[in-house]
Every structure is written in structure tokens, then in C-alpha cells.
């Protein structure tokens, strides 16, 4: 299994306003430029699916796995003989609150997902959570 981790401490940000951005999956294309659309089909839990669009690829479907609301969520991308999930925590300190995201590929194929697709998503990761932050912030 390969996995990539970014993790960010930031002050004078609650979790809730991070989850509600985090959770409004058919907006995410306002706040992260390399998204073309996101659809999430019904509510933001287990088992339920979005349709994302990247703007440098295709269409691909991902089930929500885990929810804690307010804590974190991790989803789901099937591609043959691979899967990546994307974990998303969010953890309160006294005045702080960190956002960490890991992204891990597994699979037979997990090599060849991880060139094409997995080290992309992993390597936007800094410029996302910096964009989550400034969305949250203005929520």
C-alpha cells in the first residue's frame, strides 16, 4: 500500500465551519479551482456516492465510507484492480485545530493508479486544505 499524509495546524478556525464546507460536496467546485463539478447523490453519509470531475480527467464515483460528523470522513475511488481512499480528519487542540488528509492506494494495479492518478490528488494536497481554510473562513 502506498500513502501520502499533509497535515496543517491552524488558530481561530472550528471544526464545524470546516466540516460544513468539507460536507457541501456540490460546491466544492467554488473553492477548488481543478474541479469542474461535484455532485454527492442524497446526504453526506455511509454509503452514499458523488460524482466528481476533475478538469484534467474523467468523471469517477466515490462512496463515502466513514463519517464522524465534525471529526472526519474517509471515501472511496474503485478503479480496476486498485482502490484509494481519501481520509479527512479535522482534531481540536485548546486553540488550535488541525486538518489532515491522507490519501493511500491498494490493489494488484496500485503501481500503475498511483502514476496515473494517486501522487496527483496527494500532491494537491497543501493547495486544497489552504483553500478549504480560506472557504472556512469566510463560511
Same mark, same amino acid.
Given at each position: %500500500?502506498? &500513502?501520502?499524509?499533509? &497535515?496543517?495546524?491552524?488558530?481561530?478556525?472550528?471544526?464545524?465551519?470546516?466540516? %460544513?464546507?468539507?460536507?457541501?460536496?456540490?460546491?466544492?467546485?467554488?473553492?477548488?479551482?481543478?474541479?469542474?463539478?461535484?455532485?454527492?447523490?442524497?446526504?453526506?453519509?455511509?454509503?452514499?456516492?458523488?460524482?466528481?470531475?476533475?478538469?484534467?480527467?474523467?468523471?469517477?464515483?466515490?462512496?463515502?465510507?466513514?463519517?464522524?460528523?465534525?471529526?472526519?470522513?474517509?471515501?472511496?475511488?474503485?478503479?480496476?484492480?486498485?482502490? %484509494?481512499?481519501?481520509?479527512?480528519?479535522?482534531?481540536?487542540?485548546?486553540?488550535?485545530?488541525?486538518?489532515?488528509?491522507?490519501?493511500?492506494?491498494?490493489?494488484?494495479?496500485?503501481?500503475?493508479?498511483?502514476?496515473?492518478?494517486?501522487?496527483?490528488? *496527494?500532491?494537491?494536497?497543501?493547495?486544497?486544505?489552504? *483553500?478549504?481554510?480560506?472557504? *472556512?473562513?469566510?463560511?
Amino acid at each position: %500500500m502506498w &500513502s501520502r499524509t499533509y &497535515s496543517k495546524r491552524v488558530s481561530g478556525l472550528q471544526a464545524n465551519k470546516v466540516w %460544513m464546507v468539507w460536507t457541501d460536496v456540490n460546491r466544492w467546485h467554488t473553492w477548488q479551482p481543478d474541479i469542474e463539478y461535484a455532485e454527492l447523490n442524497g446526504e453526506f453519509k455511509v454509503d452514499n456516492t458523488f460524482k466528481l470531475k476533475p478538469k484534467s480527467g474523467p468523471q469517477v464515483s466515490i462512496r463515502i465510507i466513514k463519517v464522524e460528523p465534525g471529526r472526519q470522513f474517509t471515501d472511496l475511488t474503485c478503479f480496476p484492480g486498485a482502490r %484509494m481512499f481519501g481520509c479527512h480528519e479535522f482534531i481540536a487542540y485548546d486553540d488550535e485545530l488541525e486538518i489532515r488528509t491522507t490519501m493511500s492506494i491498494e490493489g494488484f494495479l496500485s503501481f500503475l493508479w498511483r502514476k496515473i492518478v494517486a501522487e496527483g490528488v *496527494a500532491h494537491g494536497m497543501e493547495k486544497q486544505t489552504e *483553500a478549504l481554510i480560506e472557504k *472556512a473562513r469566510s463560511a
